[in-house]
């Protein structure tokens, strides 16, 4: 069973930082590209970054680029966030999302609120 | 890249068929076949129902279906059932290495 596990998700004053973690089980990891979507609250989604199979692809939305990193570790299948410079419009629920342009499984969301 | 334009709610009664439309541009709903539907309902994660504009994931209903004609896709709910109250996103390959989704709608099951 695919699974896709999101965590890392809290509290922040502006222009702090942030480190979100999506742990994949259930499916060959090292095949697909992975991306971040979030969603504000009450708001609809919005595509943030993805990184292909092997990490040599990464592309951002111009909302966070300079800002944010994708990264992976396909020995420990994992994907991760680093959200530095966090402003209050970055308050969302962040999802991890497989696939290419057509997100197929998703986790369960990890809340980053950005406060002072 | 500007959101797709979906509108912000639909409704139906149970059995009858509701069709949600996603706008786009030449540039993305119109120039790709990647265009896929989203179900979402609340607290829960987003659920593919749709890809490649028309095609169904293993294990999702016959009574979704999805189309495109130019710069608008579309999602038909058929046989409308309790179950099927949810926001529903659309999304598209914009080019250039960018994903845009719609600003969702509402489906209310009357």
């Known amino acids: 069973e695919v699974q896709l596990l999101d965590s890392g998700g809290g509290l922040v004053k502006p222009g702090g930082s942030l480190r979100l973690s999506c742990s994949a089980s259930?499916?060959?990891?090292?095949?697909?590209?992975m991306n971040w979507v979030r969603q504000a609250p009450g708001k609809g989604l919005e595509w943030v970054a993805s990184?292909?199979?092997?990490?040599?692809?990464?592309y951002y939305a111009d909302s966070v680029k300079g800002r944010f990193t994708i990264s992976r570790d396909n020995a420990n299948t994992s994907m991760f966030l680093q959200m530095n410079g966090l402003r209050a419009e970055d308050t969302a629920v962040y999802y991890c999302?497989?696939?290419?342009?057509?997100?197929?499984?998703w986790g369960q969301g990890s809340l980053v609120a950005v406060s002072s | 890249q500007s959101a797709l334009t979906q509108p912000p709610s639909a409704s139906g009664s149970p059995g009858q068929s509701v069709t949600i439309s996603c706008t786009g541009t030449?540039?993305?709903?119109?120039?790709?076949?990647?265009v896929s539907w989203y179900q979402e309902h609340p607290g829960k994660a987003p659920k593919l129902i749709i890809y490649?504009?028309?095609k169904r994931p293993s294990g999702v209903t016959a009574r979704f279906s999805g189309s495109k004609s130019g710069n608008t896709a579309s999602l038909t709910v058929s046989g409308l059932q309790a179950e099927d109250e949810a926001d529903y996103y659309c999304?598209?390959?914009?080019?250039?290495?960018?994903?845009?989704f719609g600003g969702g709608t509402k489906l209310t099951v009357l």
């Open positions: 999302a497989r696939g290419t342009w057509q997100l197929d499984y």
């Open positions: 259930g499916f060959t990891f090292t095949s697909y590209t």
């Open positions: 990184i292909s199979s092997r990490g040599s692809y990464i």
């Open positions: 030449s540039s993305d709903v119109g120039a790709y076949k990647y």
């Open positions: 490649e504009v028309s």
């Open positions: 999304s598209s390959y914009a080019g250039n290495n960018n994903l845009v």
